[in-house]
Protein backbone atom coordinates (compact mmCIF):
# COMPACT_ATOMS: atom_id res chain seq x y z
CA UNK A 1 0.00 0.00 0.00
CA UNK A 2 1.48 3.41 -0.76
CA UNK A 3 -1.12 5.48 -0.20
CA UNK A 4 -2.11 7.97 2.08
CA UNK A 5 -6.11 8.01 2.98
CA UNK A 6 -8.21 10.68 4.66
CA UNK A 7 -11.78 10.71 5.85
CA UNK A 8 -14.06 12.72 5.09
CA UNK A 9 -13.63 14.06 2.08
CA UNK A 10 -15.70 16.90 2.65
CA UNK A 11 -16.93 18.30 6.05
CA UNK A 12 -19.12 21.12 6.98
CA UNK A 13 -19.56 21.67 10.65
CA UNK A 14 -21.11 25.08 12.53
CA UNK A 15 -19.15 26.68 14.91
CA UNK A 16 -20.31 25.20 17.61
CA UNK A 17 -19.73 21.48 16.58
CA UNK A 18 -17.02 18.78 17.35
CA UNK A 19 -15.88 17.15 14.70
CA UNK A 20 -12.68 14.51 13.87
CA UNK A 21 -10.62 14.42 10.37
CA UNK A 22 -8.86 10.86 10.29
CA UNK A 23 -5.88 10.13 7.81
CA UNK A 24 -4.15 6.62 7.53
CA UNK A 25 -1.44 4.91 6.20
CA UNK A 26 0.38 1.57 5.99
CA UNK A 27 3.65 2.69 4.53
CA UNK A 28 5.46 1.77 7.80
CA UNK A 29 5.91 5.97 7.72
CA UNK A 30 6.86 6.87 11.12
CA UNK A 31 6.32 10.59 10.45
CA UNK A 32 2.60 11.93 9.76
CA UNK A 33 1.32 15.63 8.97
CA UNK A 34 -1.02 17.95 9.35
CA UNK A 35 -0.92 20.77 6.82
CA UNK A 36 -3.78 23.45 6.02
CA UNK A 37 -3.81 24.84 2.62
CA UNK A 38 -5.76 27.71 1.35
CA UNK A 39 -7.63 28.47 -2.27
CA UNK A 40 -4.72 29.66 -4.62
CA UNK A 41 -1.80 29.34 -1.57
CA UNK A 42 0.73 26.87 -0.34
CA UNK A 43 -0.05 23.87 2.13
CA UNK A 44 0.98 25.59 6.00
CA UNK A 45 2.67 22.87 8.16
CA UNK A 46 0.44 22.91 11.71
CA UNK A 47 1.31 19.57 13.23
CA UNK A 48 4.32 16.83 13.11
CA UNK A 49 4.50 13.76 14.84
CA UNK A 50 7.43 11.26 14.84
CA UNK A 51 7.22 8.30 16.45
CA UNK A 52 3.75 9.04 17.85
CA UNK A 53 5.02 11.92 19.48
CA UNK A 54 4.03 15.24 18.71
CA UNK A 55 7.43 16.84 17.52
CA UNK A 56 6.35 20.28 15.78
CA UNK A 57 3.49 22.19 17.06
CA UNK A 58 3.22 25.57 14.73
CA UNK A 59 1.16 27.64 17.22
CA UNK A 60 -1.52 26.16 15.79
CA UNK A 61 -5.06 27.69 18.15
CA UNK A 62 -6.11 25.19 20.67
CA UNK A 63 -9.19 24.61 18.35
CA UNK A 64 -7.21 22.25 16.58
CA UNK A 65 -6.12 19.20 18.78
CA UNK A 66 -3.80 16.82 16.96
CA UNK A 67 -3.63 12.65 18.02
CA UNK A 68 -1.62 9.64 17.18
CA UNK A 69 -2.97 6.86 18.21
CA UNK A 70 -0.67 4.37 16.62
CA UNK A 71 2.17 4.47 13.39
CA UNK A 72 -0.17 4.11 11.18
CA UNK A 73 -3.06 6.75 11.92
CA UNK A 74 -3.39 10.34 12.93
CA UNK A 75 -6.50 12.43 13.72
CA UNK A 76 -7.31 15.84 14.07
CA UNK A 77 -10.22 17.07 16.58
CA UNK A 78 -11.88 20.18 15.73
CA UNK A 79 -14.01 22.07 18.22
CA UNK A 80 -15.05 25.44 18.22
CA UNK A 81 -13.97 26.76 14.22
CA UNK A 82 -13.83 30.07 12.52
CA UNK A 83 -15.45 30.32 9.33
CA UNK A 84 -11.75 31.25 8.56
CA UNK A 85 -10.72 27.85 9.21
CA UNK A 86 -12.35 26.59 6.45
CA UNK A 87 -9.83 25.19 4.57
CA UNK A 88 -8.29 21.77 2.58
CA UNK A 89 -6.94 19.59 5.13
CA UNK A 90 -3.91 17.67 4.14
CA UNK A 91 -2.42 14.77 6.01
CA UNK A 92 1.07 13.57 4.70
CA UNK A 93 3.77 10.94 6.09
CA UNK A 94 7.46 10.19 5.84
CA UNK A 95 10.02 7.59 6.79
CA UNK A 96 11.73 9.30 9.45
CA UNK A 97 14.73 6.50 10.33
CA UNK A 98 18.21 6.94 9.09
CA UNK A 99 18.47 6.99 5.57
CA UNK A 100 15.56 9.25 5.60
CA UNK A 101 14.52 10.48 2.40
CA UNK A 102 12.81 12.90 3.49
CA UNK A 103 10.03 12.08 0.52
CA UNK A 104 6.09 13.74 1.53
CA UNK A 105 3.39 11.44 0.77
CA UNK A 106 0.08 13.71 0.61
CA UNK A 107 -3.74 12.24 1.25
CA UNK A 108 -6.42 13.56 -0.94
CA UNK A 109 -7.32 15.85 2.15
CA UNK A 110 -10.75 16.80 3.47
CA UNK A 111 -12.33 20.07 2.97
CA UNK A 112 -13.56 21.93 5.42
CA UNK A 113 -16.44 24.40 5.80
CA UNK A 114 -17.26 25.73 8.47
CA UNK A 115 -20.83 28.11 8.79
CA UNK B 1 13.60 30.54 9.26
CA UNK B 2 13.20 29.35 5.94
CA UNK B 3 11.92 32.07 3.25
CA UNK B 4 11.22 30.32 -0.33
CA UNK B 5 10.15 32.66 -3.26
CA UNK B 6 9.05 31.40 -6.66
CA UNK B 7 8.65 32.69 -10.16
CA UNK B 8 6.93 33.51 -11.96
CA UNK B 9 2.99 32.97 -10.77
CA UNK B 10 1.89 31.87 -13.62
CA UNK B 11 3.20 30.66 -17.26
CA UNK B 12 1.54 30.13 -20.03
CA UNK B 13 3.33 27.61 -22.79
CA UNK B 14 2.65 26.19 -26.37
CA UNK B 15 2.24 22.61 -26.16
CA UNK B 16 5.65 21.00 -27.08
CA UNK B 17 7.62 24.16 -25.51
CA UNK B 18 9.44 24.12 -22.77
CA UNK B 19 8.80 25.51 -19.41
CA UNK B 20 10.58 26.78 -16.42
CA UNK B 21 10.38 27.68 -13.40
CA UNK B 22 13.02 28.84 -10.76
CA UNK B 23 13.37 29.10 -6.87
CA UNK B 24 15.14 30.61 -4.62
CA UNK B 25 15.92 30.19 -0.58
CA UNK B 26 17.41 31.48 2.16
CA UNK B 27 18.68 29.32 4.81
CA UNK B 28 21.79 27.56 3.61
CA UNK B 29 20.98 24.74 6.15
CA UNK B 30 18.83 23.34 4.04
CA UNK B 31 19.78 20.31 1.57
CA UNK B 32 16.21 18.94 0.39
CA UNK B 33 13.95 20.32 -2.28
CA UNK B 34 11.38 18.61 -3.73
CA UNK B 35 8.88 19.90 -6.30
CA UNK B 36 5.19 18.87 -6.13
CA UNK B 37 2.27 19.15 -9.21
CA UNK B 38 -0.64 20.10 -7.67
CA UNK B 39 -4.05 19.61 -10.00
CA UNK B 40 -7.27 21.27 -9.21
CA UNK B 41 -8.93 19.72 -6.31
CA UNK B 42 -6.69 17.30 -5.99
CA UNK B 43 -3.01 16.68 -3.77
CA UNK B 44 0.32 17.90 -4.33
CA UNK B 45 1.88 14.86 -5.76
CA UNK B 46 5.86 14.89 -5.68
CA UNK B 47 7.41 14.48 -9.27
CA UNK B 48 10.90 15.36 -8.13
CA UNK B 49 13.73 15.91 -5.32
CA UNK B 50 17.07 16.92 -5.28
CA UNK B 51 19.79 16.97 -2.52
CA UNK B 52 22.42 19.31 -1.54
CA UNK B 53 24.87 16.56 -3.15
CA UNK B 54 23.59 17.09 -6.36
CA UNK B 55 23.44 19.51 -9.00
CA UNK B 56 21.23 18.13 -11.27
CA UNK B 57 18.70 15.14 -11.45
CA UNK B 58 16.45 14.47 -14.82
CA UNK B 59 13.50 12.11 -14.75
CA UNK B 60 12.11 11.92 -18.21
CA UNK B 61 10.52 14.93 -19.34
CA UNK B 62 11.62 16.97 -15.96
CA UNK B 63 14.69 18.12 -14.63
CA UNK B 64 15.43 19.73 -11.59
CA UNK B 65 19.22 21.90 -11.19
CA UNK B 66 20.27 23.16 -7.93
CA UNK B 67 22.73 26.02 -7.46
CA UNK B 68 23.69 25.88 -3.92
CA UNK B 69 26.38 28.64 -3.64
CA UNK B 70 23.70 31.18 -5.07
CA UNK B 71 20.66 29.29 -3.32
CA UNK B 72 18.32 28.70 -6.12
CA UNK B 73 17.03 25.84 -8.19
CA UNK B 74 14.70 25.29 -10.86
CA UNK B 75 12.19 22.98 -12.49
CA UNK B 76 12.30 22.31 -16.12
CA UNK B 77 9.46 20.62 -18.24
CA UNK B 78 10.30 19.62 -21.97
CA UNK B 79 8.46 18.58 -24.81
CA UNK B 80 5.31 19.94 -22.33
CA UNK B 81 2.09 18.47 -22.80
CA UNK B 82 -1.50 19.90 -22.07
CA UNK B 83 -1.45 17.47 -18.81
CA UNK B 84 1.32 19.03 -17.35
CA UNK B 85 -1.24 21.89 -16.88
CA UNK B 86 -1.32 22.42 -12.98
CA UNK B 87 0.45 24.40 -10.08
CA UNK B 88 3.60 23.65 -9.15
CA UNK B 89 5.25 24.41 -5.67
CA UNK B 90 9.00 24.15 -4.81
CA UNK B 91 9.76 23.21 -1.11
CA UNK B 92 12.75 23.52 1.05
CA UNK B 93 13.69 21.35 3.84
CA UNK B 94 16.50 22.07 6.08
CA UNK B 95 17.12 18.57 6.90
CA UNK B 96 15.73 14.81 6.71
CA UNK B 97 13.41 13.50 8.90
CA UNK B 98 10.79 14.59 10.47
CA UNK B 99 10.36 18.35 9.48
CA UNK B 100 8.86 21.25 7.96
CA UNK B 101 8.69 21.69 4.07
CA UNK B 102 9.18 25.42 3.48
CA UNK B 103 7.11 26.09 0.30
CA UNK B 104 7.42 28.68 -2.35
CA UNK B 105 4.06 30.51 -3.53
CA UNK B 106 3.50 28.30 -6.79
CA UNK B 107 3.62 28.31 -9.92
CA UNK B 108 -0.33 27.88 -12.19
CA UNK B 109 1.41 26.35 -15.73
CA UNK B 110 -0.89 26.44 -18.15
CA UNK B 111 -0.12 24.36 -21.46
CA UNK B 112 -2.18 25.98 -24.69
CA UNK B 113 -2.87 22.92 -26.66
Known amino acids: DTEVTQTPKHLVMGMTNKKSLKCEQHMGHRAMYWYKQKAKKPPELMFVYSYEKLSINESVPSRFSPECPNSSLLNLHLHALQPEDSALYLCASSQDTPPSTGEQYFGPGTRLTVT | GENVEQHPSTLSVQEGDSAVIKCTYSDSASNYFPWYKQELGKRPQLIID?????GEKKDQRIAVTLNKTAKHFSLHITETQPEDSAVYFCAASPQTGANNLFFGTGTRLTVIP
Open chain 2, 50 to 54: IRSNV
